[in-house]
């Protein structure tokens, strides 16, 4: 018998053992699916090896009724599928559980075996890659959280929670109730507006709210309780006008908003009372100078449309002089030809890649709105960035919003 026979006979009897004991472990059936998936054999194949198996244990058996030999056969082969069928989804489920997206079943998975640590590590780490946060989400970590927390604390949670259920009814209904009343108070205490960031701000939500939010239209909020509420639902924004951890401050405030997927009502980007972005589908660059702070140019690159604008985009940002402030807004949809040099030069503003598109690290994926601030020549990782997923599933544009105000910090 040669080795590669003896070989799968070995495996022939080792799968046939595991399934008789129900001794299916992950280390058997790991073992024999690497040999199988190894040499690439095809079931015909395998079963011309079963064949001759049969000939070589029913010889190391003595036995010669040639009914019990196929008998022996067919057990060995069905043993053998059987183990392979078990051992593939065993494998399947192991990498479900395991897919970086699905850190709410880790966390459930780890809170059930008493692990509450490394439960609540998982599902802090989900929640800061993948965006939006799910109500689901909250739901759980408030049941983690709920008897070590501060009630204040509980509270900014609670309310995060009311708002993410509420943008989820949004997509399936215009006739929603909001209390206003938990918008008048945030863990952030934003800053007196300006006139000219006041106006903005007004314009930034009856922009968001003709087609994105449209639930939202019926609901009279002020200056600080849409800033309030566009923190709750996942904003990211940054006091006294730093730009993330760069070290470097803008004078005056900047908002930016993205809304991904080709149903959004496009990007904004805000900064002294005008909008440097619009509704049309690219990636919108705002760049200025370091303070004080001047428009030094804008403008925007449709990468969907041509690898051409790609190469546009990163003609552009290189002729952009080390220490300019970079603000970023995608609308629709801005990866279809994203070009490896393009996403290096943007780790270069600060960026870094913290989110999964199809178990990949990226920077944002398919779809994705992403919205940042950074600058160019810091360190990879000290910018301000927001992104969020689209799920062609759900009815749900993505939106993703950063701000960078003069005052206003984290109580």
């Known amino acids: 018998m040669s080795y590669r026979n003896k070989r799968y006979v070995k495996i022939s009897i080792i799968i046939y ?13 790991n073992f024999f699916y690497d040999k199988i998936t ?23 058996m003595k036995i010669n009724h040639p009914k019990i030999k196929v008998l022996i056969l067919w057990g060995i082969v069905l043993c053998s599928f059987t183990g392979f069928w078990i051992g593939h989804v065993y494998i399947s489920n192991y990498q479900t559980f395991v897919a970086p997206q699905n850190y709410l079943v880790r966390a459930k998975h780890y809170l059930q075996e008493g692990q509450k640590e490394k439960a609540l590590q998982e599902i802090e780490w ?14 759980f970590l408030m049941k983690i959280k709920k008897d070590n927390l501060e009630e204040n604390k ?44 006041q106006s903005s701000v007004f314009s930034l939500w009856k922009l968001l709210t003709r087609r994105t939010l449209k639930c939202m239209q019926g609901i009279n909020l002020s200056g600080n309780q849409i800033l309030n509420f566009l923190y709750y639902s996942g904003g990211i924004f940054c006091g006294n006008s730093n730009i993330g951890n760069t070290g470097i401050t803008v004078d005056d405030d900047l908002l930016i908003v993205s809304e991904g ?20 589908r690219g990636f ?11 428009v030094f140019r804008a403008d925007r690159f449709d990468i969907w449309e041509s690898r051409n604008e ?10 952009v002089p080390e220490g300019y402030i970079g603000a970023f807004a995608v609308a629709d949809e801005a990866t279809e030809n994203m070009t490896d040099t393009l996403e290096q030069i943007l780790l270069r503003f600060g960026f870094s890649k913290q989110t999964y598109d199809r178990n990949e690290l990226k920077l944002f ?47």
């Open 154 to 197: 509980y509270n900014e949670l609670e309310k995060k929670y009311q708002i993410t259920m509420l943008l989820e009814k949004c997509n399936s209904s215009e006739n929603i109730q909001l209390d206003t009343q938990i918008l008048d108070t945030c863990e952030i205490s934003f800053p007196s507006l300006s006139k000219s960031t």
């Open 17 to 29: 053992i595991s399934v008789i004991k129900k001794d299916t472990t992950f280390k058997t059936i």
């Open 365 to 411: 994926g398919y779809g994705y709105a992403f919205a940042g601030i950074g600058v160019k020549g810091v360190k990879e990782g000290t910018a301000v960035q927001n992104w969020a997923k689209y799920d062609p599933s759900k009815k749900s544009i993505p939106i993703a919003v950063v701000g960078i105000l003069k005052g206003g910090e984290k109580k």
């Open 126 to 139: 989900g929640m800061n890659t993948f965006r939006p946060v799910s109500s689901e989400t909250l739901a």
């Open 38 to 60: 190894s040499n690439r054999l095809i079931i015909t194949k395998y079963f011309n090896i079963e064949l001759i198996n049969l000939y070589y244990i029913s010889s190391i």
């Open 261 to 280: 997927s080709a149903e959004g009502s496009g990007a904004q980007i805000w900064f002294q009372g005008k909008n440097y972005a619009g509704n049309r």
């Open 284 to 294: 919108y660059v705002f760049i200025l100078t370091p303070p004080p702070c001047k």
């Open 310 to 319: 790609a190469i546009k985009m990163e003609q552009f940002l290189e002729e």
